[in-house]
């Protein structure tokens, strides 16, 4: 569902590591400079409190996402529910630490009100200055592609459809007959593998992407070899559209290079940010909940005979087992080598608890597995054990959402996949956002998804 733009994503990142770059600063530069134009305007001095925001506001939105390559719309619709997610954070930390007077209300009206249009005016600027850059002559680059198969349709469509990359698609080289080759690509051909060093050299070629499959390697070695008599700046891209790839990335390891396929996206800073969010996160929501969690105990065993708490058996991070805490909902515990889904009308469930199952209330003490470490506020929902076993047969790269700490919510639950998931295809769907989670990860993401759960807890039908 989602392989082909993230392949996209993250094999032409080269030429837009300049653009990455700028946009990973600009977002919190933005923000942190709209907060002191308006604390000027509101004739306020920076005090401590204030350069405590400005640093927790940096922390929060750095890196900046790449908006730059989205519709001006759907940047304005991201920007907007990015900054509403961060000031509903911003809001509970203030509440929670009491330290909401002392910040001026007009400052923070004004900034609260400017800042998304600050960033936007920024995106725009930076899409017509890319537009404008593209549209120079001398800024533009022509790329060829050796092989006119599917891989290289693809890579031919990539670099006429990222305009802002000033790439210009010239044509293809392929040995093969017609009959082997994409339609598309027989009236594109420029000839054989013996003529691209020359084109390359005569036509000023600028950029040669190799998408041959590996069992030609002597021809492309022979062809590296030729092209290195020329300038033209050199790309292999391996056929790995049939993978889920998810933070790929090339490392060097000991001097040699490593291209990653499939890896947590939190490994260092990112882990780092990860873990401190959901420690102080956690630590303010138990706080604040601590009230219900009473309350919600009492309801529970006043319903029924039984344990307040049900610990189930799932699998956390990298596979290992782990006990997760929830209200108990029903009458029975099942939680072991068979596990039956709960459905609409389940008589195992409770009166009781289903009013905390329709409302998510029963999943709090799961607050408590993320201050042990065992879960995050924000990942793939943990599934039984016995369904792990099930599904891992059934659905590809279903256990590469283990490759993060499970979550108490998720972009599949806030997407429509919450609750029952009776078809292969609703778990296949589910699975399918929880890897996009792990491709695009950032901590607006972690905002977005808790804002979104908040309102999904007080509307959601789906739930039981």
């Known amino acids: 569902m989602f392989n082909n733009r993230n392949y996209n994503r993250t094999f032409f990142n080269a030429p837009q590591s300049v653009t990455s770059f700028v946009a990973a600063f600009l977002e919190p530069f933005v923000t942190v400079l709209t907060l002191g134009v308006a604390m000027a305007w509101a004739d306020e001095p920076m005090g401590r409190a204030a350069m405590a925001l400005c640093l927790l506001v940096f922390a929060l939105t750095f890196p900046g996402r790449n908006r730059f390559e989205e519709s001006k719309l759907g940047a304005l619709i991201d920007i907007i529910g990015s900054w509403v997610s961060m000031l509903a954070i911003l809001w509970l930390c203030g509440y929670a630490t009491n330290s909401l007077m002392f910040f001026n209300f007009q400052a923070m009206l004004i900034w609260a009100v400017v800042t998304p249009g600050v960033q936007w005016a920024a995106v725009l600027l930076g899409k017509a200055i890319l537009r404008h850059r593209a549209s120079l002559p001398g800024a533009r680059r022509r790329a060829v592609v050796v092989g006119a198969g599917p891989l290289g349709g693809k890579v031919a469509r990539a670099l006429q459809n990222n305009r802002d990359q000033s790439a210009e698609f010239v044509g293809y080289f392929d040995d093969r007959t017609d009959s082997r080759v994409l339609p598309e690509a027989q009236s594109m051909r420029l000839g054989g593998l013996r003529d691209v060093a020359n084109y390359v050299y005569a036509h000023g070629i600028h950029e040669v992407y190799l998408t041959l499959p590996l069992g030609s390697q002597p021809r492309l070695v022979e062809l590296m070899e030729a092209l290195q008599g020329t300038t033209a700046s050199l790309y292999f891209v391996p056929d790995v559209f049939g993978i889920s790839i998810i933070q790929g990335r090339l490392q060097d390891m000991n001097g040699v290079p490593v291209v990653g396929i499939c890896e947590t996206p939190f490994t260092g800073t990112n882990e780092l940010v990860k873990r401190m969010s959901d420690i102080v996160l956690g630590s303010i929501i138990l706080l604040l909940i601590s009230p219900i969690l009473l309350g919600l105990a009492i309801g529970v065993k006043l319903s029924s005979p039984g344990p307040i708490i049900f610990k189930q058996r799932r699998n ?45 209330l029963d999943e ?4 408590i597995n993320v201050l042990q470490g065992r879960m995050s506020i924000v990942g793939p929902r943990p599934h039984a054990v016995a369904h792990n076993e099930e599904y891992r047969r059934l659905i590809k790269a279903y256990m590469v959402r283990h490759k993060v700490r499970p979550g108490i919510t998720g972009w599949a639950q806030v997407n429509g996949y919450r609750g029952e998931t009776e078809t292969i295809d609703k778990m296949q ?29 007080l509307f959601d039908r789906n739930a039981y």
């Open 316 to 360: 956390g991070l990298d596979g290992e087992e782990i006990v997760v805490y929830k209200f108990r909902s029903m009458r029975t515990q099942d939680n072991g080598a068979v596990v039956k889904q709960a459905t609409k009308g389940d008589p195992r469930i409770t009166p009781f608890g289903a009013f905390i199952r329709k409302t998510s």
């Open 364 to 367: 709090l003490p799961q607050f």
């Open 429 to 457: 769907a589910r699975v399918e956002y929880d890897l996009e989670y792990l491709r695009n990860w950032s901590l607006g993401l972690d905002l977005q998804i808790i804002i979104r759960t908040i309102r999904l807890m």
